[in-house]
């Protein structure tokens, strides 16, 4: 029975599933010529649902239903808020690049909506098909946006290739999935942590594998990273930055409840934690050198979005509530420091028709609040303080080590040191050369609030953290309940 | 001290936010008015040295301890509080970077290109090195220790110069080599987090991480002074990682190299200090040894290079590498005078060094040389930059009236004791000193009277401020020492260091060898 009005939970969901569907509708009654008002429209939506789940995070009622199939707990909400801010953020930073694309505008938007859809559901969902049902919905739309540069060479290039890999990866999650139905009969959590018991069998041993390796396919773990900067780098800026951020942080919201709630009562957790910690050393260690030779941007911002992975992961290994807070909060500052990165990336590539390092050339002179902006996002990314990213960095590692592992917490402290070189590099362009031949590129509109937004926050909760750290706190505290 | 009605006294943080107030407002200045910035600058830099120089005044020495304190409570989830404060030992250098500072904006009154970023940048440097001074919490601390990281980096790839090596490897060497050592600071600071949150509310307070010892096990802390040795010997240019300083400060433009060699190395012995021989005492005894044997490489083995480099800022640079080892030696002797020395030594260094370097800036920018063969004679048309020059070369060879004799002759004295080698080779280190500093100034200032540089015009105005300042402070401090010596007295034997000292030497920890 449920004693409360399900509609009311499940708003935010039933409104963005509306506004996608609306917005499909709009774009093939609008003419082509008079669609200049998508952007602000989804724009709005999404800040109406954003902050109903603002509220709903601090007020609303916490609850699950259908057996635990879907809950809707302050840890989801948590990751709502999060997908719903990194999807409009890149709504906004890109405004004036959808503008200049041939066609097909109005869908862009509508997809937009419907990955952020299939995030919300992974991240409320208690039971495994619901998991997969909503990473599909995400995964499915990102298959268009990535080849939605239909000229582009790359870009469809880029689509096929993850069509093919993302397919390869569901086919392995699903696999996992059903041999965990075999062995306890049941998709839900909580029953298949009872189901499975602390013996390790080697069954149970490969299932969770699989289900680390499909939900590590899009968190871009090591070894399951190399399709990462192809497509980073083939897909329209705009939904780089979303892949980037939110089908990453949506995967971690999965993994953290499904590896916390079932694999961590089996004796897994032992050999688990050992092979987890390895991949997160590995998945640091590779993400920030290979990220050093790298000449294109989306390629570097790639490279580093696997290294983030890597720290991300630190957080999960430590299995205690300072860790999941951890993660949350990482996660949570991660969107505004990338999101200002992608979103002067996505501004120079629509200015110059450029993802070339050396084509920042001269930034700091042209288009000084880019620079100042990528700068800021490029040095939280690497957890130099004042900047969000190194209170987010302590938090994940001093978790870890009160767990007792220091030598992970000494390869992410090293690693993100060593981030530093390829990171200061960019700023050395934008600084030192002075990009003659280069046009002043200014920044306006929309995209300027993206910019100023992403590094007023950066720089906030790098100053004084303690609102965001609360929300982590109360939504790792749900999770564990 | 004032007692406000939070129970804090806002002294330190105007001290702190002067120069960053001065920074916004260049900010939002045009970027052609460059004499209006450089104003901004010098009035901010200004505020906070006066500011500073009355908390240096009315610091209360009797009662000693930490004074004009304030703590806010800042992120309560980890025990963070954003907690300000001065004694006796952090006292000397807040004035010293205060000093620095306000000269470093003179020292490059006469720079033009893209000032506003520069000016801009140089305050957030001076804000940051100030910020870790005054941290009363360790967090914070290390919250402003990378703070200027950057800045330095930004300064040196767009301002510095390129000699021997490309400002641009300095610039990237120097950075990588501060946030690796960093990196190993972060562990040290995380375990002795986690070591101190064990019994009581999580903290990171300096004095309550020192009043928990009991909870760090002897092993314990031979690993995490270990790590901070590490961090802390990186920045303060320890041998054998030291290779960044020169080619640093070669690279940098003045100001930064002032500001880098006269006050954010210091932080390396400042944070040795207060975080090595306060916090984890045990865990200094064992590597004191090991300090002991480095810093003896760093003055003997800088000096002799010092002697053989051709362009002035190398020999400025490994001679600061070189004096830092008296520092290092003032630290392992572990006793209150050696420590009392070595803070003063901090200081007495610090001036003269930025005095140098602010010289060796005046005369780059006049002959665009810096190689010493292509120079000589300066004073005859120079006699001006020629005093700074010389003021600078006495103190850097320990000359009797100046603060730097004073400090050097309080560390042989605390460590000729405890360390009866090492304090004697050290002696010998000024020879050295001596030997490639005169022949400095000889090849400099002196000889024949040279055409060439006729045309050249002596330091006038605003480009006498470093000299005078410094000058002044080199002297007044030398000749009356007690002004400096009163105050770092009181750091070392009211702040219990003495006692921690005495409980040390008495543990039979026997060390490396």
Redesign the interface.
């Known amino acids: 029975m449920v004693d409360f009005n399900i509609f009311a939970v499940l708003t935010p969901e039933v409104a963005l599933a509306a506004m996608a569907l609306i917005l499909l509708a709009i774009g093939l009654l609008i003419p082509p010529g008079a669609r200049k008002g998508m952007m602000p429209l989804t724009a709005f939506s999404l800040i109406g649902i954003l902050s109903y789940t603002l509220y709903d995070f601090y007020f609303g009622t916490k609850t699950s239903f259908m057996n635990g199939l879907y809950w809707h707990d302050q840890f989801a909400l948590y990751f709502k808020v999060l997908f719903l801010a990194a999807a409009l953020l890149v709504v906004l930073s890109s405004g004036g690049y959808i503008q200049k694309l041939p066609k097909y505008r109005g869908e862009f938007y509508s997809l937009i909506l419907t990955a952020t859809l299939g995030m919300m559901l992974m991240a409320g969902a208690g039971e495994l098909i619901t998991l997969y049902v909503g990473l599909e919905l995400m995964t499915i739309s990102f298959y268009i946006l990535v080849a939605y540069l239909s000229e582009d060479a790359r870009s469809s290039e880029a689509g096929i290739k993850y069509l093919v890999l993302g397919a390869t990866s569901s086919a392995i999650l699903l696999y996992g999935i059903s041999l965990i139905y075999g062995l306890t009969g049941s998709t839900q959590l909580s029953e298949i942590a009872s189901g499975l018991g602390a013996t390790l069998t080697p069954t149970s041993f490969l299932a969770t594998v699989f289900i680390l390796a499909g939900l590590g396919f899009k968190i871009s773990l090591v070894p399951f990273h190399l399709w990462a900067p192809d497509i980073y780098e083939g897909a329209p800026t705009p939904v780089t930055a979303f892949l980037a951020i939110a089908s990453k942080a949506a995967a971690f919201a999965a993994l953290i409840r499904v590896y916390l709630i079932t694999m961590n009562s089996q004796s897994f957790s032992a050999t688990g934690q050992t092979l987890l910690m390895v991949l997160a050393a590995l998945t640091m260690i590779i993400g920030n050198l290979v990220a050093i030779p790298q000449k294109n941007i989306k390629r570097m911002l790639s490279y580093s979005s696997i290294a983030q992975a890597g720290y991300l992961m630190v957080g999960i290994i430590a299995e205690s509530i300072p860790g999941v807070k951890g993660v949350l909060f990482y996660a949570m500052i991660y969107v505004f420091a990338n999101m200002g990165a992608f979103a002067v990336a996505t501004h120079i590539s629509e200015k110059q028709g450029s993802d070339e390092i050396q084509d920042f050339a001269g930034l700091a002179r042209r288009s000084p609040l880019a620079a100042v902006v990528m700068t800021a996002s490029l040095l939280s990314l690497a957890g130099i303080p004042p900047l969000a990213g190194f209170v987010g960095k302590f938090y994940l590692f001093s978790a870890v080590m009160g767990q007792g592992y220091t030598a992970i917490a000494y390869i992410g402290f090293v690693m993100s040191m060593v981030s530093v070189y390829y990171y200061l590099s960019v700023v050395k362009v934008m600084f030192l050369g002075e990009g003659e031949g280069l046009p002043d590129i200014p920044v306006h509109g929309a995209v300027k609030f993206t910019m100023l937004f992403t590094m007023i926050i950066t720089i906030a909760i790098g100053i004084y953290p303690t609102p965001l750290a609360q929300m982590a706190i109360a939504a790792a505290q749900s999770l564990v309940q | 001290m004032s007692a406000l009605p939070s129970g804090g006294s806002y002294l330190l943080p105007f001290i702190l936010l002067a120069p960053l107030l001065a920074m916004f407002i260049i900010v939002f200045l045009p970027k052609e008015e460059t004499k209006t910035i450089k104003i901004v600058a010098a009035l901010g830099t200004f505020t906070s040295m006066v500011l500073s120089l009355y908390a240096f005044f009315a610091y209360n020495q009797a009662a000693g301890g930490m004074q004009f304190t304030l703590t806010i409570p800042?992120?309560?989830?980890?025990g963070v509080n954003l907690a300000f404060g001065v004694d006796g030992i952090s006292l000397p250098m807040l004035l010293l970077t205060n000093l620095i500072g306000f000269s470093s904006i003179y020292a490059s009154w006469n720079m033009e290109k893209r000032a506003k970023?520069f000016f801009a940048l140089l305050l957030i440097l001076i804000t940051g090195v100030m910020g870790t001074f005054i941290a009363r919490d360790l967090f914070i601390f290390?919250?402003?220790y990378?703070?200027v990281?950057?800045p330095i980096?930004?300064m040196v790839?767009?301002w510095g110069s390129t000699k021997r090596v490309s400002k641009?490897y300095a610039g990237?060497k120097l950075?990588?080599y501060l946030?690796?050592g960093?990196?190993?600071l972060?562990?040290g600071m995380?375990?002795l987090?986690?070591a101190a949150a064990k019994q009581g509310h999580p903290t990171f307070m300096f004095d309550q991480l020192a009043a928990r010892q009991n909870l760090y096990s002897a092993p314990f802390q031979k690993v995490a002074f270990g790590l901070m040795l590490f961090g802390f010997g990186s920045l303060i240019s320890m041998f054998p990682f030291h290779s960044w300083s020169p080619d640093g400060y070669a690279g940098a433009p003045t100001a930064v190299s002032m500001i880098h060699a006269g006050v954010l190395k210091k932080i390396g012995g400042y944070g040795l200090i207060r975080l090595g021989i306060y916090v984890l005492p045990i865990g200094a005894k064992y590597w004191a040894p090991v300090i002991a044997v480095l810093a003896i490489a760093n003055v003997l083995y800088a000096a002799f290079i010092a002697l053989a480099q051709k362009d002035l800022k190398y020999v400025i640079g490994y001679s600061s590498v070189s004096h830092m080892g008296y520092v290092l030696i003032a630290i392992a002797a572990l006793n209150p005078t050696a420590v009392g020395g070595a803070v003063a030594m901090m200081f007495a260094h610090g001036v003269m060094s930025a005095l140098f370097f602010s010289m060796i800036g005046f005369i780059y920018e006049k002959t665009h040389t810096r190689n010493i063969p292509d120079l000589g004679g300066l004073a005859h048309q120079m006699p001006r930059l020629a005093t700074g020059f010389i003021i600078a070369g006495m103190a850097s060879l320990g000359l009797p009236s100046t603060i730097n004799f004073i400090s050097e002759f309080t560390i042989f004295m605390g460590t000729i004791k405890a360390l009866p080698v090492q304090a004697i080779l050290g002696i010998a280190g000024i020879i050295f000193t001596a030997v490639y500093t005169l022949r400095v100034i000889a090849n400099v200032m002196f000889g024949p009277r040279r055409s060439e540089w006729d045309h050249l015009k002596d330091i006038k105005g605003a480009e006498l401020v470093p000299l005078v300042v410094l000058g002044f402070v080199i002297f007044a401090t030398g000749i009356f020492p007690n002004i400096l010596f009163g105050l770092v007295n009181t750091g070392v034997t009211s702040s219990g260091l003495a006692k921690v000292l005495e409980t040390v030497s008495q543990a039979k920890m026997g060390g490396l060898f």
């Open positions: 800042w992120v309560p989830d980890l970023e290390f919250l402003f990378e703070i990281v950057i980096y930004i790839i767009i641009e990237m950075t990588i946030l690796i960093s990196a190993f972060l562990v995380v375990a987090y986690l």
